[in-house]
């Protein structure tokens, strides 16, 4: 693995996540605006281990120099084994200077070296993707109270046919949609439109449970929902299927993971 697969700072990708502000416009320090996405398929064997090692050991740095982190286990996605890396950073100003903090640091590049130290790589290949935070996407922040045990994540993604139907969706989960997902016990802490990556143009969002029954009991709820029900066929009538298709999967967060 090049150790700066993790760090680099996506300059021009970040240049396009500025692209919609006006000109000499800044982002507010006060809001996460950018997320990063990794994915790192391993196979069986002791890649897993290899990688849960280091990010488990690096956590407390990569947190210190970065708005959000979160790191989770496959429990149901493309590639069975799979890690995903959720961070999250005011611009990409700020993405940068992240990583040549972390790319400085004593104890990371010592951790890195031990990770490639096997005859065999850390991980098989891995993904990137960059996220812009919607303007209705709240901050993330841990719970109330820590969970007894680590919750389960669900990563939705929708892809839209144009960007005018994806403005439509903007709309729709700005409206009503998100005050029905709360009632019925969905709480998404992230929204976000991919700038760079698969499937575009598409929202993403990031939902927790505490269970999988958990989970499915908010769905149910959700879509027995009469407004929902409204809802979702007022959107058809006024811009078709504004999503066309999606794609869900489902992690559990490391014990270790900041985001819990």
């Given amino acids: 693995m090049d150790r700066r697969f993790f760090l680099q700072s996506l300059t021009g990708a970040g240049m396009l996540a500025q692209a919609g502000a006006p000109a000499g416009a800044q982002t507010p320090p006060a809001r996460t605006r950018l997320y990063r996405i990794d994915y790192f398929y391993y196979q069986q064997g002791d890649q897993a281990s290899r990688l849960d090692r280091f990010f488990s050991s690096q956590a407390p740095l990569f947190l210190k120099h970065m708005r959000a982190l979160g790191v989770f286990t496959a429990v149901m996605a493309p590639h069975a084994q799979t890690m995903m890396v959720l961070s999250g950073f005011a611009g990409a100003e700020d993405?940068?200077?992240?990583?040549?903090?972390?790319?400085?640091?004593?104890?990371?590049?010592?951790?890195?070296?031990?990770?490639?130290?096997?005859?065999?790589?850390?991980?098989?290949?891995?993904?990137?993707?960059?996220?812009?935070?919607?303007?209705?996407?709240?901050?993330?922040?841990?719970?109330?109270?820590?969970?007894?045990?680590?919750?389960?994540?669900?990563?939705?993604?929708?892809h839209s046919p144009t960007l005018r139907q994806l403005s439509m969706l903007h709309e729709r989960f700005a409206g009503p949609e998100i005050q029905i997902f709360h009632r019925s016990g969905v709480n998404p802490i992230l929204y976000a439109d991919t700038i760079v990556g698969p499937d575009l143009p598409n929202l993403t969002y990031l939902i927790p449970f505490a269970s999988l029954a958990d989970r499915e009991k908010a769905w149910d709820a959700f879509n027995a929902d009469?407004?929902?029900?409204?809802?979702?066929?007022?959107?058809?009538?006024?811009?078709?299927?504004?999503?066309?298709?999606?794609?869900?999967?489902?992690?559990?967060?490391?014990?270790?993971?900041?985001?819990?």
């Fill in 226 to 260: 009469p407004e929902w029900v409204k809802v979702r066929a007022d959107s058809i009538t006024r811009g078709g299927q504004i999503v066309n298709y999606n794609n869900i999967s489902l992690w559990r967060a490391t014990a270790y993971s900041p985001i819990q």
């Fill in 95 to 158: 993405m940068a200077g992240a990583a040549a903090q972390i790319e400085a640091d004593a104890g990371y590049q010592k951790a890195h070296a031990e990770l490639e130290s096997g005859a065999a790589p850390p991980f098989d290949s891995a993904q990137r993707v960059l996220l812009q935070a919607t303007e209705f996407s709240p901050e993330i922040a841990p719970p109330a109270e820590k969970p007894k045990s680590p919750r389960y994540f669900e990563l939705r993604i929708y």
